[in-house]
């Protein structure tokens, strides 16, 4: 009886050592279709913050384009008006604003640049910082 009482220590003694051993387990890892789905949501993200950034950058590149053009237009009208031709006047545009800079000889000049720039299509604003002399 001794020995049976012995070996049922043992067991009982080796099947707790197992137990605590097995409490302290990691969950086992991911099967293989759980990797490729969490690859495939992954992937998903990683296209989805790409297009984001491409659509942002494109957007950046559309509004350089536009305010280049804001630029072109003013300065042309500027070009073709009897009373600002010749006029060293520096157009920047910077999303649709319209910032103006140099000299012109009168107030009458200085209003008729701000008419002209604000009359073209895409200009949000005009910063009329032209000088009288």
Do not use: F, H
């Not at 409490?23 to 992937?43: I, V, W």
């Not at 003013?74 to 545009?93: A, E």
């Not at 999303?95 to 140099?102: I, Y």
């Amino acid at each position: 009886m001794k020995n049976v009482s012995s070996i049922a220590v043992i067991a009982l003694a080796s099947s707790l050592a197992l137990l605590a051993t097995g409490c302290d387990r990691k969950p086992a890892d991911q099967t293989a279709g759980e990797k490729m789905d969490n690859a495939a949501t992954d992937s998903r993200n990683a296209v989805r913050d790409m297009g984001d950034t491409m659509e942002r950058k494109a957007d950046q590149a559309g509004q350089a384009i536009d305010d280049a053009s804001i630029t072109a237009t003013i300065k042309g009208k500027y070009l073709v008006d009897d009373t600002l031709k010749g006029l060293d006047i520096s157009v920047d545009t910077e999303q649709g604003v319209v910032k103006l800079t140099g000299p012109v000889q009168s107030d009458t000049a200085k209003e008729l640049a701000t008419q002209i720039a604000q009359n073209v299509e895409g200009v949000v604003r005009v910063d009329n910082q032209l000088t009288v002399q």
